[in-house]
């Protein structure tokens, strides 16, 4: 019996029978307590010197006191001589504080490179958006870019297309001009001899002057130029007779036989050679070209 009240009294047994009396095992002891389970069976076997430090031996025995409803202050004071001696007395309250367990280790501050790391994925993800980003405004003012040149080009192609409808129309108005003076320069005339009524002058005619005769009634005409017989022959009412001078033509005879009835155009304009009307069976007209 003495034996059973002498190994009760050591720190180790006293413990270990509160833990038994609240019915925890080392593992519940361990999970309350966070002290690791070596440290908690070390306690136990009193084999202090498997535990971290001094101090941390009498900081563990309180809190594993406490945990199994034990006053751990008294505890220690009690067993006093039993446990290693410390340069002070304090002691810690909260175990975490002091235990070197695989918790406390992780809450330890990082250091800048593990920051770094732990940040490395979201920095790469937000350059890649950040790039993304860029690509997109890029080519979004690359392709307004384009179109704005591509507008500036059409519309200075609609200018110089202008430019050169204008210019062709200015042209052709201009040429259409010159033409008209031309032509007006040109314009072919037949005029009496003075006073004359048989004696006329075609003045700016073709190089090859048409002549038409028609005749509304039967008559007979005779044309001669240069002195040599051209055409002659008698016209049926209502008919008409084309000839051509040649381009040395200098001077042609007419004679009508029916002047009243016939009429003749020169170059599609109409050569009056009858203006007094004359009622002359025979009429002879002389027309010089120049």
Known sequence: MSENNEETTTIGARLKAARTAKGLTIDDLQQITKIQKRYLIAIEDEQF?????DFYVRAFVKQYAETVDLDGNALLEEYRDQLPSVHTETIVENVDEVQPTRVASREQPASPASRVRNYLPTIIVTAIVVLILLFIWFMAVRTHAGSSSSTSADSSSVQVSSSKKQSSSSKASSSAKSSSKAS????QTIKANGSSDTAYTLTNGADKNKVVIKSTKAAWTSVTTNGTQTWQGTLKADGSHTLTLPSNATTVKFQFGNATATT???????FNFNPKNSTSQVRTITLTIK
């Not at 010197?49 to 430090?53: C, H, I, Q, V």
């Not at 003749?264 to 109409?270: D, E, L, R, S």
């Open 49 to 53: 010197d498997k535990l971290p430090g």
């Open 184 to 187: 007006s320069a040109k314009e």
């Open 264 to 270: 003749v155009t020169i170059n599609g304009k109409a």
